[in-house]
């Protein structure tokens, strides 16, 4: 996130979500949202599914999935055809505008109406309520990044924020909601096929060089392959042995039987784990690791913001901390790695990384810190840390335009497969449910799957709500419960992806977004019918 | 700016201030039942009386909603001011349950704590209480009308800072009771379970149901920590008892102010020590397909000579590692530079993507 949860929901005037369901996959932002709209924020919601808060909104736009981009580029038309842009903005802080307003000349309201299915006039209704708010922030989830396309959506969103001068303010900005509670740190500590900590690039001049000398020791100049990308080699032989530390990609991977295979086709396979996973059976070694209750450490959250994790039990057993694991294993290697406790890791990090130099575990307990943790970039150990990017400066200097132009899905409804599919969270589980499902009142509360339907939809197949259906994709079949409502449009419909026992992640497609390898699991075909 | 005294002590505040924030800044406590800050006062339960004294006349009123006027003189503990907290304390005890030995809420109750104070062990008013059921229909807390003071914290802060409006006051006088609109019941409303309802309660009439294996005092520690479930960084206090954590209760973190949802609340400690962990090293049988138990050293050494073989043999770049997002950073770094300082490749990436 550019800014922090706070600035955008307690002081916009405007709120614009798109592809974001907060109230449950990030309940206590949405409830925020909720407050900020009690206060006479204006809300526009832009998802293709009735969520919750689309009731509070002054608009819903219930685009198809997997039209951001067009959808972006639309209000990018509109903000140029009626005078919105702020020029001075553009002028001072931006470049490549021109390409850009090239790029949106053909997206009328009209014709980005038709491929959205939406209402030309309430993207207008919309695009002047976000540029006229004095202050109004983009949020934007998975609904944005999980597509082909998504990177592009992504950059699309920076523009039309730029374009009206909502960034580097309070209250503004460009704030993807990141999922798991640390997937924001994973990506800072440098756990990337192309980047070291802090997204230093291994191409980069010198920085492979830094991290030789750090650590004393030769190292790969090669980029790497992406986590997607490594099932294919792993089938084709090209990887061989691989260490997967607390994920479950059998379960949370698109298209299973694919993942299976190619975790099959392993010389060698090692999982680090608390819970015996679908993963976990088919590895060749289990090493038992620790909880976040079981260890110190620190998690960064969604708006940066580096905070603590500490001790509080130790369970019976010989489970060890993780730094210890890899530690040992280092060292068995024959790479000599001394034990270090969390905070001496954290000074190592500190010490590799510029936007972590200020950041240590002695300063997070501190008096000065008061418990509110440090937002990187954080650059020294008197430096505040940066609440809101891009003040007065992007970090590159001048904010630059992107133009991109609408691709449809990679895989759409046809005569085989006439439903679109759409995937995401629910409210009490998080994920492959790993953690969630151990507390007995939230299985009680929300213990299976289901599919949600829409009516016409599911009158036309004789399914009625409550029914068990069969849902198939080109890549396999599963049963669920059928919800049948108006929650989604006609031709679409919607799967958790938490659950064992009629897991989506059998049907969803691998195609991945062409930049950043991310799956597409907000859009595949499905057939769906009665159960037998 | 107003110019007052609390206590006999000068205080100088912005117009429109109450005398309950005055009194907050001059360091001086007003006692509160049904105040919550950052919104408008209730007013209900008369806890935070005051005696305010301007151009010789005196009046009582209550701190959170009376606003400063030049020239107050404010004594939060005069003679007529106790007698009021204690009148209000007694009508309060007249519809309350004393059951505190049995109580859930034993220890950690601001109604039990005041009347100690108050020097109150008994109500002088005789009748009949509230015989109301309990509503034990959500999944993780109970609602006990015999309990309830009527303070409204909870119906305040389920519409007003969680934004959900899922319950409210239901009928009037001797018969309120908080419930979810219109079925009384608490499940069958837009509950989400959230519980910062429960947090809010001044006493046990809301209570997790998991309150019963713990009392406040036999609590070991309270540890600060950061949620595991989504990016919002909830903080959060873990309760542990004998080495187990028995409750978690939201804390004051600049992204959650105090709130936290149905996961973090509910779902992030039963798993911890749960009977399925794992807590062995294991290796996998060829022959037989099934897992064995191991010590570390056999399961460690089998992994760096497996991994050290694929690496002469084929190269680093036949190894790859995957780090967990729901990891802490430290374990992170150490995964990544295993990867790269050990494995000798840069296959390592994270869930981001998924
Ligand atoms: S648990 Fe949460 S949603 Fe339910 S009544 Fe309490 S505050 Fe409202
Ligand atoms: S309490 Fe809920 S909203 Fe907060 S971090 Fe945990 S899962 Fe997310």
């Known amino acids: 996130m550019t800014n922090t949860i706070y600035d955008i929901t307690h002081e916009s005037d405007a709120i614009m979500l798109v592809g974001s369901n907060p109230e449950e996959a990030h309940p206590v932002i949405g409830m925020q949202v909720r407050q900020a709209v009690a206060r006479g924020a204006k809300l526009i919601v832009v998802d293709p599914r009735d969520i919750d ?43 490549n505008f021109e390409a850009m307003k090239e790029m949106v000349k053909d997206y009328t309201p009209e014709k980005v109406a038709e491929i959205c299915q939406i209402d030309a006039d309430q993207l207008r209704e919309a695009a002047r309520i976000y540029a006229t708010a004095n202050r109004a922030p983009i949020m934007y989830c998975l609904g944005v990044t999980e ?6 959506g992504v950059m699309s969103l920076s523009n039309v924020a730029m374009m009206v001068g909502k960034i580097g303010r309070p209250g503004c900005g460009v704030n993807p909601i990141r999922g798991q509670n640390n997937v924001q740190g994973a990506c800072d500590m440098g756990a990337s096929p192309n980047q070291f900590t802090g997204y230093q690039n291994i191409a980069a001049p010198g920085i492979v060089e830094k991290f030789e000398e750090a650590w004393g020791v030769k190292l790969n100049h090669e980029i790497g392959t992406k986590a997607t990308d490594c099932f294919p080699k792993m089938i084709s032989g090209d990887i061989k042995g691989l260490l997967i530390f607390g994920e479950d990609p059998v379960r949370t991977d698109p298209n299973t039987h694919h993942v299976i295979k190619a975790l099959e086709s392993l010389d060698f396979f090692v999982v680090d784990e608390l819970f015996m996973t679908e993963t976990a059976k088919l590895a060749d070694v289990i090493l038992p690791g620790r909880s976040y209750a079981e260890k110190e450490g620190t998690f960064t959250n969604t708006e940066r913001r580096v905070q603590r994790v500490r001790k509080a039990v130790e369970i019976a057993g010989e489970t060890r901390p993780d730094t210890w694991i890899f530690t040992e ?33 002695e300063r997070l307990d ?24 891009h003040v007065g400066k992007f970090a590159r200097g001048l904010g630059y335009f992107r133009p991109a132009a609408y691709k449809p899905s990679a895989e759409l409804p046809d005569e085989e497969y006439p439903l679109l599919m759409m995937t995401g969270r629910i409210l009490y589980h998080y994920n492959a449910c790993a953690m969630t499902d151990k507390t007995e009142g939230i299985n009680e509360i929300a213990g299976s799957s289901f599919i949600e339907l829409n009516t016409a939809d599911a009158n036309a197949l004789g399914i009625l709500d409550g029914e068990l259906v069969s849902v198939s994709s080109r890549r396999g079949t599963i049963q669920a419960e059928a919800r049948v409502s108006g929650k989604t449009n006609k031709g679409e419909c919607w799967m958790p992806f938490h659950y064992l026992e009629g897991s989506c992640n059998w049907l969803t497609s691998d195609a991945l977004d062409g930049i950043s390898s991310t799956p597409e699991y907000k859009v595949c075909a499905v057939k769906v019918a009665k159960a037998e | ?29 007003i006692p509160t039942l049904c105040y919550i800050e950052d919104l408008l006062p209730d007013g209900s339960c008369r806890m935070c009386v005051v005696e305010v004294t301007n151009n010789g006349r005196s009046k009582i009123d209550t701190a959170c909603t009376l606003q400063v006027s030049e020239g107050d003189e404010v004594q ?43 020097g109150l062990e008994e109500t002088s008013y005789e009748g009949e209480m509230t015989s109301l059921p309990k509503d034990e229909s959500n999944k993780f807390f109970s609602y006990d009308p015999s309990l309830c003071i009527l303070c409204h914290r909870c119906v305040n802060t389920c519409t007003e800072i969680v934004g959900r409006a ?58 600060r920590t950061t949620c595991p479930h989504c990016a919002t960084g909830c903080q959060m206090d873990l309760i542990v008892k004998d080495g187990k954590i028995v409750d978690v209760k939201g804390a004051d973190g600049p992204s959650n102010r105090g709130l936290l949802c149905v996961k973090g609340r509910s779902g992030s400690f039963d798993f911890v020590d749960h009977k399925t962990r794992i807590r062995h090293p294991l290796i996998k049988n060829k022959e037989t397909g099934e897992f064995e138990q191991a010590t570390w050293d056999e399961a460690l050494d089998l992994v760096a000579s497996k991994f050290s073989e694929i690496k002469t043999n084929y190269g680093g770049d036949a190894l790859a590692g995957f780090a967990c997002s729901r990891s802490t950073n430290e374990d992170i770094y150490m995964l990544q530079k295993m990867v790269r300082a050990a494995f000798g490749s840069n296959n390592t990436d994270n869930c981001a993507r998924v």
């Open chain 2, 76 to 118: 939060t503990m005069s003679e007529k001011v106790i007698d009021s907290r204690k009148k209000t304390l007694d009508l309060l005890l007249s519809d309350h349950n004393v059951h505190c030995f049995s109580c859930e809420a034993n220890g950690d109750c601001k109604l039990q704590d005041l009347c100690f104070e108050y």
């Open chain 2, 166 to 223: 899922a319950i409210d006051t239901m009928e009037r006088g001797f018969q309120s009771v908080i419930g979810a609109a219109p079925e009384k019941v608490w499940a069958e409303g837009t509950c989400e379970s959230c519980g910062n309802c429960v947090q809010a309660c001044p006493t046990g009439a809301l209570s997790m149901k998991r309150r019963k294996k713990y009392r406040a005092y036999q609590v070991d520690k309270v540890v």
């Open chain 1, 329 to 361: 294993i280092m060292n068995r290697m024959g790479y000599p790695q001394p034990h270090l406790t969390p905070a001496q890791i954290m000074d190592e990090i500190a010490s590799v990384t510029p936007s972590f130099a200020g950041i240590s575990h």
């Open chain 1, 53 to 95: 808060l689309s009731k509070k909104a002054t608009i819903h736009l219930k685009l198809r999935p997997g039209t951001n981009v067009a959808f972006a580029n639309g209000l990018m038309h509109i903000f140029i055809e009626e005078g919105l842009v702020d020029q001075k903005f553009i002028e001072e802080r931006t470049e």
């Open chain 1, 366 to 389: 501190s008096e000065e810190v008061g418990g509110k943790g440090l937002q990187w970039p954080c650059i020294s150990k008197d430096h505040p840390g940066t609440p809101i990017m």
């Open chain 2, 1 to 29: 700016m107003i110019h007052l005294t609390i206590d006999g002590i000068p205080v100088e505040v912005e117009k429109g201030t109450t005398i309950l924030q005055a009194a907050k800044q001059a360091g001086i406590t």
């Open chain 1, 147 to 152: 597509h082909h396309t998504g990177t592009e």
